[in-house]
């Protein structure tokens, strides 16, 4: 039941552009800033994106988020096999004083 | 490097409790809020609960409201989740993680414990 609304998956070849959606609300993305995390099944999940649009130390200029409203994206350029994971947003939600996940989307590179 | 380690998961049978705890190491544990978050298998990532640096305000999902706690030892950097009257529902991979401290992000993640919950 999350509140934070994905499409369920993704794909493109290699060295294409992906395009992920994440929908919410005004107590979530419309009121907070929106992060973005990569989880490789069996491994811990990784911060992807923070504050909407920026990147961690190490994490390659192919990735890159935006926040419009109540919706927010991440954009993955220059695909690469290793970039085949899950994708999931994520907000702070006023309302439900916690925080929030995507529904995820599962990114396959063809 | 920041280093999460949890432990504490286990095989429980509903309604049952358990603690799991999460060893910090290579930040400064107390500037820090903490998270929990868990993975149901075959499920997408939900949040559990967040504790202050400080441990003076906490925040849990509706899921776990009442039955979950969190809790801190800044002196020993270790982190708890006291999880009581467990049901099925709570079997998942639970992973703690660390604020980074820009708005609610989790900047560094553990490697998660497994809790199933069965009879």
């Known amino acids: 039941q999350s509140v934070l609304t994905q499409p369920p998956s993704a794909s493109g070849t290699p060295g294409q552009r992906v395009t992920i959606s994440c929908s919410g609300s005004s107590s979530n993305i419309g009121s907070n800033t929106v992060n973005w995390y990569q989880h490789l099944p069996g491994t811990a999940p990784k911060l992807l994106i ?5 990147r961690p130390s190490g994490v390659p ?8 409203g109540t919706s927010a994206s991440l954009a993955i350029s220059g695909l690469q096999s290793e970039d085949e994971a899950d994708y999931y947003c994520a907000a702070w939600d006023d309302s439900l004083n916690g925080y929030v996940f995507g529904t995820g989307t599962k990114v396959t590179v063809l | 490097q920041v280093q999460l380690v949890e432990s504490g998961g286990g095989v429980v049978q509903p309604g ?7 060893a910090a190491s290579g930040f400064t544990f107390s500037s820090y809020a903490m998270h929990w978050v868990r993975q149901a298998p ?14 003076s305000y906490k925040y849990f999902a509706d899921s776990v409201k009442g039955r979950f706690t969190i809790s801190r030892d800044n002196s020993r950097t270790t982190l708890y989740l006291q999880m009581n009257t467990l049901r099925a529902g709570d079997t998942a991979v639970y992973y703690c993680a660390r604020d980074g401290g820009d708005g ?4 560094n993640w553990g490697q998660g414990t497994l809790v199933t919950v069965s009879s």
């Open chain 1, 50 to 54: 923070y504050s909407n649009n920026q």
């Open chain 1, 61 to 68: 200029d192919r990735f890159s988020g935006s926040k419009s």
């Open chain 2, 16 to 22: 049952r409790s358990l603690r799991l705890s999460c």
């Open chain 2, 42 to 55: 075959g499920k997408g990532l939900e949040w559990v609960a967040i504790i202050w640096y400080d441990g």
């Open chain 2, 104 to 107: 609610y992000n989790l900047a």
